[in-house]
T-cell receptor, first 112, second 112 residues
Framework: DQQVKQNSPSLSVQEGRISILNCDYTNSMFDYFLWYKKYPAEGPTFLISISSIKDKNEDGRFTVFLNKSAKHLSLHIVPSQPGDSAVYFCAARRQGAQKLVFGQGTRLTINP | ETGVTQTPRHLVMGMTNKKSLKCEQHLGHNAMYWYKQSAKKPLELMFVYNFKEQTENNSVPSRFSPECPNSSHLFLHLHTLQPEDSALYLC???????????FGQGTRLTVV
């Protein structure tokens, strides 16, 4: 049973436009959510996170939105740049738990 | 330089071989993790070490044997692996277990 799901395996966006990456979760006990970015031949790099007490967190071009009632979070990147082309993973953590549960990832391609 | 270094980057081994993966973190973190990433699957947590003590084993077969001699080093000893164990093995560390994890670049393992 996959508790964190990224239903879009890939996404293609024009440079300068907004990229929206989506993630759904099933466990209502998750209280902390993270986004990671992964380039080929490298490990995932932490990007941005959000606590369940918030519904939005912004860091430069990156904004994460959390909709607890829908058990849905999204990552907005605006404006999208060619260097944003990577695989993006969302992850979630249950309060008091030691591990992060990851989604399958979405490959984002930014076209010039 | 990510602060988490894994060696080797690539490993090809036969099913009867014994090999070890090494991870070292220079971040002063107290928790270290082994993750497995197979093709088109989410990152799967294998083991968690907190202050050198193993605190989670995610039902990993005994042919994978972790070792954590101190908070900065983590090993994964491999013995009589199967071809389906071929995957990217990622080491990560965090200040405390469950916090944002910083990943190494991974070891691409191929079992022949």
């Amino acid at each position: 049973d996959q508790q964190v799901k990224q239903n879009s395996p890939s996404l293609s966006v024009q440079e300068g436009r907004i990229s929206i990456l989506n993630c759904d979760y099933t466990n209502s006990m998750f209280d902390y959510f993270l986004w990671y970015k992964k380039y080929p031949a490298e490990g995932p790099t932490f990007l941005i996170s959000i606590s369940s007490i918030k519904d939005k967190n912004e860091d430069g071009r990156f904004t994460v939105f959390l909709n607890k009632s829908a058990k849905h979070l999204s990552l907005h990147i605006v404006p999208s740049q060619p260097g944003d082309s990577a695989v993006y993973f969302c992850a979630a953590r249950r309060q008091g738990a030691q591990k992060l549960v990851f989604g399958q990832g979405t490959r984002l391609t930014i076209n010039p | 330089e990510t602060g988490v270094t894994q060696t080797p980057r690539h490993l090809v081994m036969g099913m009867t071989n014994k090999k070890s993966l090494k991870c070292e973190q220079h971040l002063g973190h107290n928790a270290m993790y082994w993750y497995k990433q197979s093709a088109k699957k989410p990152l799967e947590l294998m083991f968690v070490y907190n202050f050198k003590e193993q605190t989670e084993n995610n039902s990993v077969p005994s042919r994978f044997s972790p070792e954590c001699p101190n908070s900065s080093h983590l090993f994964l000893h491999l013995h009589t692996l199967q071809p389906e164990d071929s995957a990217l093995y990622l080491c990560a560390s965090s200040q405390e277990s469950g916090a944002e994890a910083f990943f190494g670049q991974g070891t691409r393992l191929t079992v022949v």
